[in-house]
């Protein structure tokens, strides 16, 4: 299988807090892990992508300093929504990409999704 | 710009019927791969294309990948009320170098099947 966790799967904090946002590749070890923020009924919009050991590369119009990404392991990275406001309310999913070997295709494959609400 | 265009953005049929689902874009796909979501729930992996003109058949699910690998087709047979859900093509547009299998979505479909 290729099974992706996320934790927390809710959470409600305050305007000015910060949440951490683990995403794990439970039996893999992923090349990639990238994240996306999810309105209702819309697309996945792809915030930055996380490699094991580099800085992370964020996507045009991403704050890097507001969404703080650590990805510490194979298996692990986390995004630290930092100083949360209201309008940071959103479906923030991971996902962890294995394949890619001898010119393969590379798939990806996400988690359940954080659904974050800042009061 | 969007690099994926999928449609329609909206489906609402009656169980039993037929539907497909397109996805097209001016460049030339690596890959393609179609995801399932339900509400509250991340996407799901239903099949990956990789070859121009492949077919993949997933139970009354039916994939196609064109031939010059631009545009991709989901076909669902007799649909159920447990296929309602946001249907998403996603494409990684360019192989190898740093690109990691970083995906384009398309808009995504949200279908709807009523009893």
């Known amino acids: 299988g290729a099974v992706v966790s996320q934790h927390p799967s809710r959470v409600i904090c305050k305007s000015g807090t910060s949440v951490k946002i683990e995403c794990r590749s439970l039996?893999?070890?992923?090349?990639?892990m990238f994240w996306y923020r999810q309105f209702p009924k819309q697309s996945l919009m792809l915030m930055a992508t996380?490699?094991?050991?580099?800085?992370?590369?964020?996507e045009q119009g991403v704050e890097k300093d507001k969404f703080l990404i650590n990805h510490a392991s194979l298996t692990l990275s986390t995004l630290t929504v930092t100083s949360a406001h209201p309008e940071d309310s959103s479906f923030y999913i991971c996902?962890?990409?294995?394949?890619?070997?001898?010119?393969?295709?590379?798939?990806?494959?996400f988690g359940p999704g954080t659904r974050l609400t800042v009061t | 710009t969007q690099l994926l265009e999928q449609s329609p953005q909206f489906l609402s049929i009656q169980e039993g019927e037929n539907l497909t689902v397109y996805c097209n874009s001016s460049?030339?796909?690596?890959?393609l791969q179609w995801y399932r979501q339900e509400p509250g729930e991340g996407p799901v992996l239903l099949v990956t294309v990789v070859t121009g003109g492949e077919v993949k058949k997933l139970k009354r699910l039916t994939f196609q990948f064109g031939d010059a690998r631009k545009d991709s087709s989901l076909h669902i047979t007799a649909a159920q009320p447990g296929d309602t859900g946001l249907y998403l093509c996603?494409?990684?547009?360019?192989?190898?170098?740093?690109?990691?299998?970083?995906?384009?979505f398309g808009q995504g479909t949200i279908l709807t099947v009523h009893p």
């Open positions: 996902s962890a990409t294995r394949g890619g070997l001898a010119g393969g295709p590379y798939e990806q494959y």
């Open positions: 039996d893999f070890q992923a090349t990639t």
């Open positions: 996603a494409a990684t547009l360019y192989a190898g170098g740093t690109s990691y299998g970083k995906l384009t």
């Open positions: 996380s490699n094991e050991g580099s800085k992370a590369t964020y």
């Open positions: 460049s030339v796909f690596s890959s």
